[in-house]
C-alpha cells in the first residue's frame, strides 16, 4: 500500500503512459473524474474500463489516495471505508440529482453524511472552475507559511494554560446562528490581542455560513496568528486552495478519511509546509491515527459531528488510554468543542491536552477578545 503513497513516481508512471494514449489527449477535465465516479461508489470498475479511466485521471493528477487503491484494487472507496469502521459513505456522483443518489444509497444517515455528499459536489464544481494546476502554481506562490505547532507548543508553555485556537464562527448545523453581527477580520483580530496562539476560519458556506473570503480576509488584514482552515477536506484540491489562500495549518477528520487519505494528505501538507489538525472523536479513530506515521498534531472532539452530542469527558477517556503513547511520539493534544468555563479547561488540562479549540463560548459574547480572559480565569500573554 505505501508503494501507492509514492505519489510522484506512480503519477509519472501513470502519466507517461497516459500520454502515450492519444485518445485521451484533451480530454476535458470534470467528466474524467465523473466517469470514475459514476461507478466508484459501490461497483468494482471492469478492467478495461478501470485502465483507460485511470490513465485519463492520473494524467490530470485527479487521483486521491483512496481512489487510486479502489481502482488497483477493485474494492469500491465505501469498502475500503467500512473496513476501517468508517460510517460516513460517499455517493461519488457529483453530477447526480439528490434524488438519483437516494434511490442508490438511501437517505443521508446523519448530518455528516449529508454535508459530504455536498462537499463532494462542491469539490468538484471548485474543480471545474480551477483545476488543479492553477491552484497548485498559487499555493506554491502564497507567503510562507507560519508555525502552527510551534505556536502552540510556545503558548502553552508561556502561559501554563493550554494554548488557544480561537474559532472565527458564524453558525453551525447544531447551534443555529451565533452571532448575527459578524465581522471576521475584527473577531480575529480581537482574538489576537488577547492572546489566542492560533487562529480556525470556517470556510465551510452552507453549514457553518464561512467563507474562503473571510480566511483571505484575516490572511491580508495583518493578523500574525498561523491560520487553520476549518474545512471537511475529502480531496487534495481542498487543500491546495486553502494554501493558496493563506492557511497554515488544515482539519483532517478521521471520521471521514481512510488511513490512505490521511497519510497522503499529509503528505502533501508536508509538501506544502503546513501543519494537519487530524481530528479524532473515539476510540478507533483514535487507534487508526496513532498508527498513521508523521502525525503531529491530534484534536479530541468531544462534540460528535453524526449526533452532536457534547461530552467532555470523551477527551479524558481517550488520553487515559492513549496518552503514554501520544507522549513518547510528541503530539500534541488539542481538546475541541464545548468548552465554556476556567474549569472546562482545567478539567481538559489535566486529561493532557496542550491546546484548546473555542468558538462558541467566545464568539457569542459581546466582546470576544475580552470573552479570552474569562474562558481562561486569567489574561493570557503573546
Ligand atoms: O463552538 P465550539 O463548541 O467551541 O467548537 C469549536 C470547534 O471545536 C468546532 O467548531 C469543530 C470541531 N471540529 C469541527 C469539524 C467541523 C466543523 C466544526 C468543528
Known amino acids: 500500500m505505501e508503494s501507492l503513497l509514492a505519489s510522484r513516481s506512480v503519477r509519472s508512471s501513470f502519466a507517461a503512459a497516459a500520454a502515450a494514449a492519444a485518445g485521451t489527449r484533451g480530454c476535458p477535465h470534470r467528466p474524467s473524474r465523473v ?4 461507478s466508484a461508489g459501490a461497483r468494482p470498475l471492469r478492467a478495461g474500463h478501470r485502465d483507460s479511466i485511470l490513465e485519463v485521471l492520473a494524467k490530470e493528477d485527479m487521483l486521491n489516495a483512496t481512489e487510486l487503491a479502489q481502482l488497483e484494487n477493485g474494492k469500491s472507496v465505501n469498502d475500503i471505508a467500512a473496513s476501517q469502521g468508517i460510517r460516513i459513505r460517499r455517493h461519488c456522483r457529483p453530477t447526480a440529482s439528490l434524488k438519483e443518489i437516494e434511490e442508490e444509497l438511501g437517505a443521508p444517515r446523519n448530518i455528516l453524511e449529508k454535508i459530504i455528499w455536498d ?3 462542491e ?11 492553477e491552484l497548485t502554481e498559487a499555493a506554491s506562490k502564497a507567503p510562507p507559511t507560519r508555525d502552527f505547532y510551534g505556536a502552540l507548543e510556545a503558548a502553552y508553555k508561556r502561559n501554563g494554560v493550554p494554548a488557544l485556537i480561537a474559532e472565527v464562527k458564524k453558525a453551525s448545523p447544531s447551534r443555529g446562528v451565533l452571532r448575527e453581527n459578524f465581522n471576521p477580520v475584527e473577531i480575529a483580530k480581537a482574538y489576537e490581542k488577547n492572546g489566542a496562539a492560533c487562529l480556525s476560519i470556517l470556510t465551510d458556506e452552507k453549514y457553518f455560513q464561512g467563507s474562503f473570503e473571510n480566511l483571505e480576509k484575516v ?18 484540491w481542498q487543500i491546495y486552495n486553502a494554501r493558496s489562500k493563506g492557511a497554515d495549518a488544515i482539519l483532517l477528520i478521521a471520521a471521514v478519511l481512510s488511513d490512505l487519505d490521511i497519510k497522503y494528505f499529509l503528505r502533501i501538507c508536508e509538501e506544502l509546509r503546513m501543519t494537519a489538525l487530524i481530528e479524532v472523536h473515539d476510540e478507533r479513530e483514535m487507534e487508526r491515527v496513532l498508527n498513521i506515521n508523521g502525525v503531529k498534531l491530534i484534536g479530541i472532539n468531544n462534540r460528535s459531528l453524526e449526533t452532536f452530542v457534547v461530552d467532555t469527558s470523551n477527551t479524558k477517556m481517550l488520553l487515559e488510554k492513549h496518552g503514554d503513547s501520544i507522549r513518547e511520539k510528541g503530539i500534541l493534544v488539542v481538546g475541541e468543542s464545548g468548552l465554556f468555563t476556567p474549569d472546562d479547561v482545567a478539567y481538559v488540562q489535566s486529561a493532557g491536552v496542550s491546546a484548546v479549540l473555542v468558538g462558541e463560548s467566545l464568539v457569542k459574547q459581546e466582546d470576544p477578545g475580552r470573552a479570552i480572559s474569562g474562558l481562561f480565569g486569567k489574561e493570557l500573554l503573546h
Open 35 to 38: 466517469a470514475i465516479f459514476a
Open 119 to 121: 462537499k463532494e459536489i
Open 123 to 133: 469539490v468538484a464544481e471548485g474543480h471545474a472552475k480551477k483545476p488543479l494546476k
Open 219 to 236: 490572511r491580508s488584514s495583518g493578523a500574525k496568528c498561523p491560520l487553520l482552515c476549518k474545512e471537511f477536506v475529502i480531496d487534495k
